[in-house]
RNA sequence: ACCGGGCUAUUUGGA
């Protein structure tokens, strides 16, 4: 139940259980953060202090990773201590990862770093999640050395460790990097795993590399809504809108639902190119056609094309009748 | 002795 995200039922029968183990409260703890509740997550971590017993290594790890997703500084630095004092940083390889990655995602970025540089064993994630951290500081250049230098330490890359040297990649234009860690995914078989296809199309996409961006997206036999907005985005990139409505209805003709995010590439496409009517005919079809409800950036986009035809009155006429707190 | 329940990184979008 928690990891469907059913937490209310996960919590009653958690509330039921005759013995809560450190177990069944993990199980739950995931499900909370999993599911984006890192506040209630960690509640439920601070509640084994009233029920006076230990967490053990996985709970740990649990609630560091609450803290990553609430960017809770001082509480991960507060387990990390725990973790320290009861000398468990050395003897659970996950530990350590998660605590790269805890502080990475709280921004201490050369605290970050010391946690790699401690760790007795570095494995693929220790890697890719220290790779993850230099992308996310703008240090792509750094993030792709670091890929090199895992190799020569003999560490395989994986399709996680691919995603994230893609991104890099993209964020600072690599255009022959990417086709060289291109050559790489697919010398492995690695383009079957969507996550990286997509990242692939994304990035050669945003290059304004269409042709080769619709190559790796022909490849794709598991093909989602994210590879066909991922491509459609690209479609932006370059200005041809024409494609990018083209690319819709052949995503519906194959029985691909749109979601939100296509929503806002499609209504973008539409601003960008300053096409008020058809804006307003994808807007409305969004709740009209397919049962969705406009987002605050469906509206931004609407009141973006308002703007680019010149009709300010009702841009501003928009903003304020939107449902939502304007940003 | 072995096995069985909860763990780490990972894709697309507006301003």
């Known amino acids: 139940y928690a990891k469907c995200g059913l937490l209310a039922v996960a919590r009653q029968i958690f509330d039921k259980l005759q013995i809560q183990d450190v177990v069944s409260r ?24 009233h029920n006076g017993f230990t967490p053990d290594a996985v709970m740990l790890v649990c609630s560091l990773k609450a803290c990553g997703s609430l960017g809770a500084k001082a509480k991960g630095q507060e387990i990390h201590y725990e973790v320290e004092r009861r000398g468990m940083f050395g003897t659970d390889p996950v530990i350590g990862n998660t605590l790269i990655d805890v502080y990475a995602k709280c921004g201490l970025f050369a605290i970050a770093q010391q946690m790699f540089n401690k760790l007795f064993v570095r494995d693929v994630v220790s890697w890719t999640v220290l790779i ?18 895992m190799k020569l330490e003999g560490i395989l890359p994986n399709a996680a460790t691919f995603v994230w040297s893609l991104k890099a990649c993209g964020s600072i234009g690599a255009k022959m990097k990417t086709r060289e860690i291109h050559a790489d995914i ?8 969507v996550d990286v296809a997509n990242t692939l199309v994304s990035v050669y996409a945003k290059f304004g590399l269409l042709a080769i961006a619709e190559q790796v997206f022909d490849k794709i036999s598991n093909r989602d809504v994210v590879s066909w907005n991922a491509l459609m985005a690209g479609y932006i990139e370059v200005g041809e809108s ?34 008020f009517a058809k804006g307003l005919f994808y807007f409305e079809a969004m709740s009209k056609g397919y049962g969705m409800v406009p987002a605050l950036e469906h509206h931004t986009c609407m009141v973006n094309v308002l703007g680019r035809v010149g009709q300010l009155e009702k841009a501003l006429a928009l903003i304020m ?3 939502f707190y304007p940003d």
């Open 26 to 49: 993990t199980s739950l703890l995931v499900g909370y953060v999993e599911h984006g509740y890192g506040v209630e997550a960690l509640e439920s971590f601070e509640h084994k202090q």
């Open 132 to 149: 993850a951290s230099y992308v996310e500081q703008q240090r792509s250049n750094a993030a792709l050395k670091c890929l090199e230098e």
């Open 186 to 193: 697919e010398r492995r078989g690695l383009l079957k795993n």
């Open 242 to 275: 024409g494609n990018l409505f083209y690319m819709f209805d052949k995503m519906l003709g194959q029985g691909t639902k749109p979601d939100l995010v296509t929503f806002v590439i499609v209504l973008s496409a539409c601003s960008s190119m300053g096409m």
């Open 321 to 323: 009748k939107m449902p």
